[in-house]
């Protein structure tokens, strides 16, 4: 789906905004997903904070919830692949991390290899929006891979198959129309 279709006669259909996929872990169990409302949350560099939106539906953010904590990774170009992996199924129902190579931080978070960076954030506040929780975190502990490019919305979909284009597609279509129901129980 474009963003024009996503967001008709909106700004937003301008965007084109970098892939994020954030880890967390909690009494042994691991997941993953695809967030692509992440921004950074300060201007104090000595003190780096990020916000982060999730579906309170996912299983990730079940963790996260748990924890307290998550990993937050900037997807590179060439690591397409992982959106369908991150974005398509629930964790509840498979095993996101079978096959991949990862490494745990101390604290046991799972972090996934190649990404341009990837950021340890431990949660601070959080706000219920109905659809969405809006977590503000601080950034821990942090790597950045110096030359890398993020991948891209645009550029992340233009080269998946058709059928997972598709499908990615008709899950943003689903999960709209669920969280609309969220919205306005949130709103009465």
Known sequence: MSDVE???QSMFSLT???IFVLTAHHEGRDNGQVATWIMPATLVPDHPRIAA???P???THELIALSGR?????LAAGQHQLLPRF???????????EGMNVWRTPTGLPVIEGCCGWAECRIVTSLNAGDRIVYLADIIAQELQAGCTPLRKRDAFAV???D????LEEKHRIDGERDRAFIRTFEE
């Open 16 to 18: 084109n905004h970098e």
């Open 70 to 74: 998550f990993i937050l990774h900037m």
């Open 87 to 97: 974005g398509l199924h629930s964790g509840r129902d498979r095993d996101k991390f």
């Open 57 to 59: 539906q996912n299983y």
């Open 53 to 55: 939106i999730l579906s």
């Open 160 to 162: 998946q198959p058709e």
């Open 6 to 8: 996503a967001y008709p």
């Open 164 to 167: 997972v284009r598709i499908a």
